[in-house]
């Protein structure tokens, strides 16, 4: 259908019935009617769905919610924090707290692009990073680096699996993994850039893409924390190289001792005159008198 024909005509055939003055008011008041008419029967169908799934829906929907929130929580707080402790020996949760603006940011925009330059601003005043690290780093972060929103498309993938009650062998879950991190790679850094690529997974083991819509419709909440995880995973990865940076400059200043190992033998030192002239020996005593045996002149 040519859809930007019929919005054209329409805005025309509204400014010519504008123009008929009382006599096109009849047929405005028959579209104003037709249009109330059918928001009345489109009320009727969702009251009648909601009947007889609400309940199960809203659960199975609230369980998702939950799984996801708690599993951006385990990545956030936990895991990414002690991968940087363990490679950098420092406060983890001091270097969040230096970035609090942009995680707030991407809260509330669900943009890893949008928050790119206020992380970068952040990272380099509040935790010390280099410029050339944060610029190098972020960038290819905020384009790569989608963590956050590769755990949603596994939970998503598993939740409407069992919607439609089709069992997920270990073939199919190892598929769910390698497909949902190949995907997450080429995921826009924009809102509900995620749902996007989660179509390749559910094709990928032979789910129906329809169901895509029960997530549409709660996205707006999950790909906010989605969006903090992946920006937080970048600003741990500029932190990371950072410590590196300062580290292998600090081997680098520090003096080293090298062994210097001869390969000529060194000669014992000669004897002195004292030691090697027997006369001496002979005519000296141990007290510095005369020898044993040896008479002294008398004058």
Not at 38 to 52: A, D, N, Q
Not at 77 to 93: Q, S
Not at 185 to 195: D, N, S
């Amino acid at each position: 259908m040519n859809i930007l024909g019929l919005v054209v005509f329409a805005i025309i055939f509204g400014v010519a019935l504008r123009k008929l003055g009382p006599e096109g008011e009849l047929l405005i008041n028959f579209f104003n009617s037709f249009n109330d008419a059918t928001m009345v029967l489109v009320s009727w169908i969702m009251c009648k769905i909601m009947e007889t799934n609400s309940v199960l829906l809203f659960t199975s929907l609230g369980k998702y919610i939950l799984c996801c929130l708690l599993g951006h929580a385990i990545h956030g707080l936990l895991v990414l924090p002690l991968i940087y402790f363990f490679f950098t020996r420092k406060n983890p949760y001091r270097f969040l707290w230096g970035i609090v603006t942009p995680l707030a940011t991407a809260f509330g925009t669900s943009s890893s692009s949008a928050t790119l330059p206020l992380m970068m601003k952040s990272v380099e005043e509040n935790n010390g990073v280099a410029k050339h690290i944060s610029r190098f780093i972020l960038p290819i972060g905020a384009t790569v680096n989608m963590d956050g929103a590769a755990l949603f498309q596994c939970v998503a993938a598993v939740f409407i699996a069992q919607l439609n009650q089709q069992p997920l062998d270990w073939v199919k879950i190892i598929t769910i993994l390698i497909t949902a991190t190949a995907s997450s790679v080429g995921a826009a850094g924009i809102p509900m850039g995620g749902v996007l690529t989660l179509a390749i997974i559910l094709e990928a083991i032979s789910l129906p893409v329809k169901d895509i819509s029960l997530i549409l419709a709660i996205d707006w909440l999950v790909d906010r924390f989605c969006t903090i995880i992946n920006v937080e995973g970048d600003a741990f990865g500029a932190g990371l190289l950072q410590s590196y940076v300062e580290r292998s400059k600090l081997q680098s200043s520090e003096p080293q001792l090298i062994q210097v190992k001869s390969e000529v033998p060194l000669d014992p030192l000669p004897a002195t005159p004292e030691e090697g002239n027997p006369l001496l020996k002979s005519r000296h005593g141990p007290a510095g008198g005369a020898a044993p045996g040896e008479k002294e002149s008398v004058m």
